[in-house]
């Protein structure tokens, strides 16, 4: 049966639905209950800020300059089949996410050139617990940087929307997935074959490790989103044991505006209050030398 429509990037929508319901049930099941109100509202606060400003803003801007820039370009791929465009957008998004995302992390390095990078990007580690909600926790400036934003509007405007469309479903899917409070994979983390397969996609308790630090904690180590082919490749692949002993940024955390919007700085640079259990500096001594 034909389908009486294309699958355009619209259709994936629905995927919100899946992750508000995901979230609905992390909180019904009491997962939630280390969330704080902190947590929660800068969430929500950098959800909708970018959904409403930065994303589509810079969304058009690519699409605009492309325009300008490469007029004849506009739906050169057009012709593709839908499978291989899919692929296409899959294997360059994630493998340039991959080092923007780690060279967001090499910024964790004291004075590192990057170290700016490290705090547009750091608002979405700092929370204290994971949730799928955490997928939506980001500073307004890292749509800027992460390909998810300009490679997809570029891709859109090379006429690949289809492809776009039917990337963004495992893509928004397996985020939350790796994401959310429950590690699937808890139970299988020493079979062999799981431990291969690891190999090459991101698995759930190796996303919680990146998020983590302690024991079976790596910031440092699995960048990718959906594949950990490119961490096994360039040598920053991480197969935990278990969950971290503990989530967040090391240290102490800064206003909650800072992390929103640096660099914008609009409320200054004061930090916030600790409590007495507040965590180390994340240094050498915490997790070893970055990458």
């Not at 929370?127 to 997809?152: D, E, L």
């Amino acid at each position: 049966m034909m389908l009486d429509h294309s699958f355009t990037p619209s259709d994936a929508l629905w995927v919100y639905l899946a992750t508000l319901i995901i979230f609905i049930l992390e909180a019904v099941t009491g997962r939630l209950r280390t969330y704080t109100r902190r947590d929660f509202g800068l969430t929500m606060l950098t959800f909708l800020t970018n959904s409403v400003t930065t994303r589509p803003l810079m969304a058009l801007a690519v699409g605009y300059l492309a325009a300008w820039l490469v007029p004849a370009g506009a739906g050169f791929a057009a012709s593709l089949p839908v499978w291989q465009a899919a692929l296409i957008v899959f294997f360059t998004v994630e493998f340039a996410f991959y080092w923007i995302h780690r060279w967001g992390h090499v910024g964790q390095k004291k004075g590192h050139k990057l170290a700016w990078l490290w705090k547009i990007h750091r608002t979405h580690h700092s929370a204290t617990t994971m949730n799928s909600s955490i997928v939506q926790r980001q500073n307004i400036f890292w749509a800027v940087f992460t390909p998810h934003i300009w490679m997809i509007a570029l891709f859109i405007y090379a006429g690949m929307g289809q492809g776009v469309a039917i990337y963004l479903v495992p893509f928004y899917l397996w985020n939350t997935f790796t994401h959310m409070h429950w590690r699937a994979d808890a139970r299988v983390l020493s079979n062999p074959a799981f431990r291969a397969l690891s190999h090459v996609f991101i698995m759930p308790t190796m996303h919680h490790a990146h998020h983590g630090y302690g024991k079976n904690g790596k910031m440092y180590c699995n960048y990718g989103l959906c594949l950990s082919v490119f961490d096994w490749m360039f040598g920053t692949l991480f197969l935990p044991d278990g969950q971290p002993s503990r989530y967040r940024v090391p240290g102490g955390q800064v206003h909650w505006a800072e992390e929103a919007f640096y660099p914008l700085n609009m409320f200054g640079k004061r930090p916030e209050k600790q409590p007495a259990s507040s965590q180390p500096a994340y240094s050498a001594a915490t997790e070893g030398d970055l990458h």
